[in-house]
């Protein structure tokens, strides 16, 4: 179940543009205190102008995000299973959308404990009971201090393709019985879930502390900075955008094609984030349009795996919709994805055939200088409880 969980995914096609904000800032992790003033917002389109009554349902998670054995009134204030009463159509837009917006906590629902969330949306007027999305973000009580730092001075390399995160958790504040067995710490790179690192023990357990450092599974490949393009007026081109077209019903935006990177790119980017925007930057929500956007990446054929887009866009996931397919005419790797107004980051990973873990070397190269942001959670679970707090957070980047 971890493996294949990721912070945001759609299982409809017609449901699109997932996006997690906290507090108005798009560039803050899925997360927030519990207890505090805030809110995070979850929103996504529908693709068409037909209203869809949508239920959200939330189930608190385990460290590993399996259900945990609370029930609802144990983790709500409140009822489960409400509407989604904030939506709107999409204006002067050739492709039709409805909105959708949810702010979590409301006035019909929050949250008594810490731990993971998983919020999934339903379509009240489908057959079955299946989510057409799903949200996943995570409620914490700062209970513990995390100090931690990302060097590339690693155990396999110096200054080369690797960067080793070192943290220390310092509980002299919180009690913690048995710091040894009773502490889950999960580690993400850029928000992935496919090379997050899990289950760790600590190197070194003190009076108060618990040190992890010189583990091999904190050594990540360093990756390189994410390439980027901006498309923010149908008709005009923007950064990484070789022209655009219209072809009834949709425009057609053509990327510069891409190539395999062999140095370190220096790219201004945000780490595999998107931002939904329009050049007059009113109403963005509902007066984006969408457009076809077509990707090419100029690299050799290979036939032992396959190439992807990797961002938050696709949910840092592998699937059919963000596959990239060889085209034996033009020679490269080639995609089209249905995408709407902004700025996006986005990068090509290699995911060997069987394999769970992509790789940034085959497209991207990694480099030890690459500006990766990594953020560490640490749950604890008491003697004899049903779930696992949340009690600590740390981000650190590599700068």
């Not at 349902?57 to 054995?69: G, K, V, Y």
């Not at 048995?178 to 850029?190: W, Y």
Request: charged share 20%.
């Amino acid at each position: 179940m971890s493996l294949r969980a990721q912070f945001a995914e759609s299982y409809s096609s017609s449901v699109r543009t997932l996006q997690m904000i906290v507090n108005g800032d798009w560039e803050r992790p899925p997360l927030i205190t519990l207890g505090s003033d805030d809110e995070i917002l979850l929103a996504f389109d529908e693709m068409s102008h037909t209203y869809k009554r949508y239920i959200y349902r939330i189930t608190h998670c385990n460290a590993d995000w399996s259900p945990s054995e609370l029930f609802t009134i144990d983790y709500l204030h409140g009822f489960n299973n409400q509407t989604i009463e904030d939506w709107a159509n999409s204006e002067n837009t050739t492709q039709l959308y409805t909105h959708y917006e949810l702010v979590l906590p409301n006035e019909d629902v929050a949250f008594k404990v810490s731990g993971n969330y998983k919020v999934e949306i339903i379509d009240d007027d489908a057959y079955d009971d299946e989510p057409v999305a799903v949200f996943r973000f995570a409620v914490v009580e700062h209970k513990v201090a995390v100090h931690a730092q990302v060097s590339s001075n690693t155990d396999v390399d110096f200054n080369d393709e690797h960067q080793q995160v070192s943290f220390v958790i310092d509980y002299s504040k919180y009690r913690i019985a048995t710091p040894a067995s009773d502490v889950n710490v999960r580690v993400f790179q850029n928000r992935r879930f496919d090379n997050s690192v899990q289950n760790l023990k600590p190197t070194y357990i003190t009076a108060n502390r618990l040190e992890y450092v010189h583990e091999n599974k904190l050594i990540f490949d360093a990756g390189n900075e994410y390439r980027r393009f901006e498309i923010t007026d149908p008709q005009s081109p923007g950064m990484g955008v070789d022209r655009i077209s219209f072809h009834y019903p949709y425009y057609h935006a053509d990327l510069y094609t891409d190539a395999g990177m062999t140095s370190h790119s220096n790219y201004r980017d945000e780490n595999g984030r998107y931002y939904i925007n329009t050049h007059e930057g009113y109403g963005t929500a509902i007066e984006a349009d969408y457009v076809l956007v077509h990707f090419f990446l100029d690299v050799p054929y290979r036939s032992d795996g396959h190439y992807y887009l990797l961002g938050d866009c696709w949910g840092n996931r592998f699937t059919d919709s963000n596959i990239m397919i060889y085209d034996n005419t033009s020679g490269a790797y080639v995609t089209t994805q249905l995408m709407k107004l902004g700025v996006y980051n986005y990068q090509y990973v290699w995911l060997p055939d069987g394999a769970s873990q992509a790789y940034t070397a085959p497209a991207e190269g990694d480099f030890y200088n690459t500006e990766n942001e990594y953020l560490i959670l640490v749950y604890h679970r008491e003697f004899g409880a049903r779930y696992d707090k949340l009690v600590g957070v740390q981000q650190v980047k590599y700068k």
